[in-house]
């Protein structure tokens, strides 16, 4: 199964975020500056950008660690601040713990001064071996 098309990190999808990550195996890290063609309100990212950043980032950190795929099951968001668009953001990712084959995970959006405009907490659900 390829991911080139990958709304999120697909490197074929022509409208897609293109993210590429960085593992240090603790925590996975991609950066990323947005046009105005993703935001929602004026120089505001829109939220589902948000929500699919921070998802696709703690999705990787399972593939990057475990070489599993996963699928989440459960995703929850709490926007702290607006995320600027034209601006680089930094989205982290790092396991909290793992019972059976559902692993939890919390993941940020910050901008250059380190300034968390996003986070989330989310259940995956390891489903087979890459």
Same mark, same amino acid.
């Given at each position: 199964?390829?991911?080139?098309?990958?709304?999120?990190?697909?490197?074929?999808?022509?409208?897609?975020?293109?993210?590429?990550?960085?593992?240090?195996?603790?925590?996975?890290?991609?950066?990323?500056?947005?046009?105005?063609?993703?935001?929602?309100? $004026?120089?505001?990212?829109?939220?589902? #950008?948000?929500?699919?950043?921070?998802? !696709? *980032?703690?999705?990787?950190? +399972?593939? =990057?660690?475990?070489?599993?795929?996963?699928?989440?099951?459960?995703?929850?968001?709490?926007?702290?601040?607006?995320?600027?668009?034209?601006?680089?953001?930094?989205?982290?990712?790092?396991? $909290?713990?793992?019972?059976?084959?559902? #692993?939890?995970?919390?993941?940020?959006? !910050? *901008?250059?001064?380190?300034? +968390?405009? =996003?986070?989330?907490?989310?259940?995956?659900?390891?489903?087979?071996?890459?």
């Amino acid at each position: 199964m390829s991911d080139k098309y990958c709304f999120a990190c697909g490197e074929n999808n022509p409208i897609g975020l293109h993210l590429t990550f960085d593992f240090d195996g603790e925590r996975i890290f991609t950066k990323k500056i947005l046009p105005r063609e993703f935001e929602g309100y $004026e120089g505001t990212v829109h939220g589902g #950008i948000i929500s699919t950043m921070l998802d !696709e *980032t703690m999705c990787k950190f +399972i593939e =990057a660690k475990y070489h599993e795929k996963s699928v989440t099951g459960r995703l929850e968001i709490r926007f702290k601040f607006p995320t600027p668009t034209e601006q680089e953001l930094k989205i982290t990712a790092w396991q $909290e713990n793992q019972r059976k084959n559902i #692993i939890s995970m919390r993941s940020t959006i !910050e *901008t250059a001064d380190g300034t +968390i405009t =996003a986070e989330a907490t989310a259940k995956f659900a390891v489903v087979n071996a890459l």
